[in-house]
């Protein structure tokens, strides 16, 4: 039986090939597993018609049911995005630093892949077809470990996957599928051989593996969104703001949890803030005072907030209400209670504006709009390969930028540094070309 | 007493406040340390003199008595370069990212300080002037954590510094001093608290930090360098680079560890290089094939190596050398055995360079020059943080832009994801501005 570090030495040693490979021979792999994935769209359906009867039988909730969900149009959709990773721009060999050391010493810096990464995913059989072609696009060798309930749906898409890749200059090796829990136990051990490992699911996955490995995380557990209503808000505007904040996708990352309202605006927004907000199903934990001026809003759902509402996220449609008696107080709460993911300022205030946006410690610090727009798509970044909370670049939403790092190259004609050492050494020319 | 964790909060809340001050404010706040520690100079030379005093009772080695020293002109150095840092571009609040995602709603990424950065050093003084000057050019507080050895010259450092920060607009709660070895493991649990650690001293300070904190490390535990000798190499250039890269300074990170040699080229280069690095008093441990060549060279010092000498950083005059088949066999071998740190090639065939410089995964890969140009000054970043041979950015020697992260701002005039969504939504129009 071959163990894990085998198959991962296997998946570094093809990784190590396909990262020296051009452009070309990685977008053709890409277009070879669309049309793998393509031929065989039967096979995979059926693996996850199985995957769900199983999931049925086991009682999974429907919320996890719908996720593992991949019929045709789902793969259809899937495969087009396999081919639009293929159209993104190339993130290996971006040249940002080309700089002459010294006559005929140069130095560049140069974007190279990480190596090999790998993918701890629930439910979401997509996932795999996602980070796959993210990971060949980049030149990653990629291990993708999926959920148990997915389990069939993996093996098919790659297999079909390794079938794309057989005919093209890439080692099916590359991509490397786990299957058991105690694999991925196994897998978390390997920081000599995994560079990235980037967990999706649950806050409580994102922890286990962020307190689990020595390998760096790309992952953010939590998503402790604030919205600030600032004492010169545009009312409409704020009630607009929060509603889509919260509302659009309440179980999204990017969704607020807590609406921070100036105190001197609070009595004219909150009763309409809490009526749109009610017409969206919300129900609100409110602080004292924005009880008081609450209690009397018809329709409005509202229970006392307690400290640790500050620290939750909801991601579901109830929302912390809190007064502030000033720009300083909201941002001194959300420097306590946020978790550094998205935070925004409603205001008409320029002054309260900058202040807020060179204030807040978070990935993304919003004026005037719904923090909803924390993703790397709406970013533009074309795809996304995670969301950071960490303060270290990557950060934020990530697009194929994080699968890549970069490596000096110092092209020289014998240079050596005995003859720039001393009181009459040669100098450097530092000469950016 | 006060807790390390009430001392880290303070440093942290004025790290906030110098995070959000202007490029002027900070470089004042650096004019105004080299003021002070100009007028303290007689405290802080008579305070090293009574460390170095105690330090030789306590039979201190006398590599670690030369680098506790700061005499008159050792300061001078040091504090001409808090001006150099103050004259450094501001690595704060540069823009990378400015992208309209539709009319009036406008992203851009710009730099900001990380936070709070902890720094953990063994005997050097000179390590809390040159890191605190960097923290404030940078925005950031710094918590500096000094040798015992060092301590009494840290505290009459930091205490001009702090005389110096007391006109300016920094407040001296910025930079923090610790000086017990406790005080050094509660620091480093402090991960809600700091948000980079820099340990700078021996390879074993260096994986005790990253075995036992949280908070990310920037440093490097090992500096296992490599010289490959091609076939096509020019001989006398080879010669040369591989004495200056063993013995320019040999206790260096960048130093090589390992010379290959082409088993092509190994008759005619293997004499000459061991008779040139025989002069400088390197002694060797060869594998059988070198040694089959080396055992008729007079003067060289010639040892049988064993593998754990291709695993072993000297740090010292003394070079493992093994003879390989091919260009293949010296880069799985750099594979097996290096740090990823920084390797080279000296050959005259351009392929072989190519191939060597887009396939050995380290942060510095060279062709025809010393590897002992791994160093953030001569790579022209004005100042070197620290070397990370982690593969993640920031990489390699790593100057200012390792102690800053960035920030996504986005502004708006009330935009909401519901208009950008479903078939009727509005589309993006990910312009570059």
Redesign the interface.
């Known amino acids: 039986m071959t163990n894990i570090r085998d198959m991962a030495v296997s998946t570094r040693k093809a990784a190590?090939r396909l990262?020296?490979l051009g452009t070309e021979d990685r977008n053709q792999a890409l277009e070879a597993v669309a049309q793998a994935l393509e031929s065989s769209a039967a096979d995979i359906v059926a693996a996850n018609e199985a995957d769900r009867e199983a999931a049925k039988t086991d009682g999974i909730s429907t919320a996890l049911l719908a996720r593992l969900k991949m019929d045709e149009a789902k793969l259809r959709g899937e495969i087009a995005g396999v081919r639009s990773v293929k159209a993104l721009p190339d993130p290996v060999g971006k040249v940002d630093i080309t700089?002459e050391?010294d006559e005929g010493?140069v130095?560049t810096r140069v974007s190279c892949p990480?190596?090999v990464i790998a993918v701890i995913f629930e439910a979401r059989p997509d996932a795999a077809i996602q980070i796959a072609s993210l990971a060949l696009k980049s030149g990653n060798g990629v291990i993708l470990k999926g959920g148990r309930e997915a389990l069939r749906s993996c093996q098919a898409i790659v297999e079909a996957i390794h079938r794309g890749l057989r005919g093209t200059a890439v080692d099916p090796e590359a991509v490397l599928l786990l299957s058991t829990r105690e694999e991925s136990t196994e897998l978390l051990a390997l920081d000599d051989y995994v560079?990235?490992v980037i967990p999706r699911g649950s806050n409580a996955l994102v922890r286990f593996v962020q307190q689990n490995t020595r390998i760096?995380v790309l992952g953010h557990a939590d998503g402790i969104c604030h919205l600030y209503v600032d004492r010169a808000a545009?009312l409409r505007?704020a009630v607009?703001?929060a509603?889509?904040?919260k509302t659009?996708?309440p179980a999204a990352c990017n969704a607020i949890e807590t609406l921070l309202v100036h105190e001197g605006i609070a009595a004219d927004y909150l009763p309409a803030a809490a009526k749109a907000l009610a017409q969206k199903g919300v129900s609100l934990r409110a602080d004292a005072s924005s009880r008081a001026i609450l209690d009397a809003v018809k329709d409005a759902v509202v229970e006392e907030a307690t400290e640790d509402d500050w620290r939750t996220e909801y991601g579901d449609l109830i929302l912390a209400v809190r007064v502030v008696d000033s720009l300083e107080q909201a941002m001194e709460h959300i420097?306590s209670f946020g978790s550094r993911h998205t935070d925004a300022i409603?205001t008409e205030d320029s002054s309260a504006?900058k202040t807020f946006?060179?204030?807040v410690?978070?990935?993304?610090?919003?004026?005037?709009?719904?923090t909803?727009?924390?993703d790397g798509f709406?970013?533009?970044f074309g795809a996304e390969v995670g969301i950071s909370t960490?303060?270290?670049?990557p950060?934020?939403?990530v697009g194929l930028e994080g699968l890549v790092?970069?490596?000096?190259?110092?092209?020289?004609?014998?240079?050596?540094?005995?003859d720039?050492?001393g009181p009459d050494g040669r100098s450097?020319t530092?000469r950016d070309l």
């Open positions: 190590a990262g020296v700089r050391l010493l130095l990480l190596g560079d990235l760096p545009d505007m607009d703001v509603v889509d904040s659009q996708y420097d409603v504006a946006l060179a204030g410690d978070a990935a993304g610090v919003y004026h005037n709009c719904s909803r727009f924390a709406r970013y533009g960490q303060k270290m670049p950060r934020g939403p790092t970069y490596r000096y190259q110092l092209v020289g004609s014998g240079q050596v540094v005995t720039y050492s450097f530092h």
